[in-house]
T-cell receptor, first 113, second 112 residues
Framework: GENVEQHPSTLSVQEGDSAVIKCTYS??????FPWYKQELGKGPQLIID?????GEKKDQRIAVTLNKTAKHFSLHITETQPEDSAVYFC????????????FGTGTRLLVSP | EPEVTQTPSHQVTQMGQEVILRCVPI?????FYWYRQILGQKVEFLVS????????KSEIFDDQFSVERPDGSNFTLKIRSTKLEDSAMYFC??????????FGPGTRLTVT
């Protein structure tokens, strides 16, 4: 089955810096890759996603890139703000898994003022 | 903006007791899911549900677990005889037919 690896597990940056979180997946049939932000005590919130027919997608300060050949995708946050502090999860969806999302292990992002 | 809701937010139960976790998916969504997250770990798939039947389940979802859509709005997860290792956050999610899955705020289940 699909396996998703995520790095780093923790990331500390200064406000205004950029942050990059990387994920790799194992199933070449995976075709949808969402990113979720989870704040303390809350459920995962979908913040951006990318499909396998697209190499990059941007939404204001966040962007996601996908390298299908290497089977990895990354989340980029520019001009980080303290409110970006949270745990970020990547996930992969394999069609054969009937829309089951397989999550990475999460990255705790801390943005210091 | 429509959202998935879950009740209760926190459930404490004794080992061996039955619990029912409730979810109200986004209206008009067709696919429903339960995931769980043990403290400090990643989110894990439990079960998917479509057209009033289970579509897929993980190895975690054994005979102690069941799901039901008792009416047009609720989606429930039942654990018949809870174990200490069932302590976790349980998230409900729904999907309207596209790729995006939207998660509820979760129910923290504590088994003592």
């Amino acid at each position: 089955g699909e396996n998703v690896e995520q790095h780093p597990s923790t990331l500390s940056v200064q406000e205004g810096d950029s942050a990059v979180i990387k994920c790799t997946y194992s199933d070449s049939a995976s075709n949808y890759f969402p990113w979720y932000k989870q704040e303390l005590g809350k459920g995962p919130q979908l913040i951006i996603d990318i499909r396998s027919n697209v190499g990059e997608k941007k939404d204001q300060r966040i962007a996601v890139t996908l390298n299908k050949t290497a089977k990895h995708f990354s989340l980029h946050i520019t001009e980080t703000q303290p409110e970006d502090s949270a745990v970020y999860f990547c996930a992969a969806f394999t069609p054969s898994g009937f829309q089951k999302l397989v999550f990475g292990t999460g990255t705790r992002l801390l943005v210091s003022p | 903006e429509p959202e998935v809701t879950q009740t209760p937010s926190h459930q404490v139960t004794q080992m061996g007791q039955e619990v029912i976790l409730r979810c109200v998916p986004i209206s008009n969504h067709l696919y429903f899911y339960w995931y769980r997250q043990i403290l400090g770990q990643k989110v894990e798939f439990l079960v998917s549900f479509y057209n009033n039947e289970i579509s897929e389940k993980s190895e975690i979802f054994d005979d102690q677990f069941s799901v039901e859509r008792p009416d047009g709005s609720n989606f429930t997860l039942k654990i018949r005889s809870t174990k200490l290792e069932d302590s976790a956050m349980y998230f409900c999610a729904s999907n309207g037919g596209g790729y995006e899955q939207y998660f509820g705020p979760g129910t923290r289940l504590t088994v003592t």
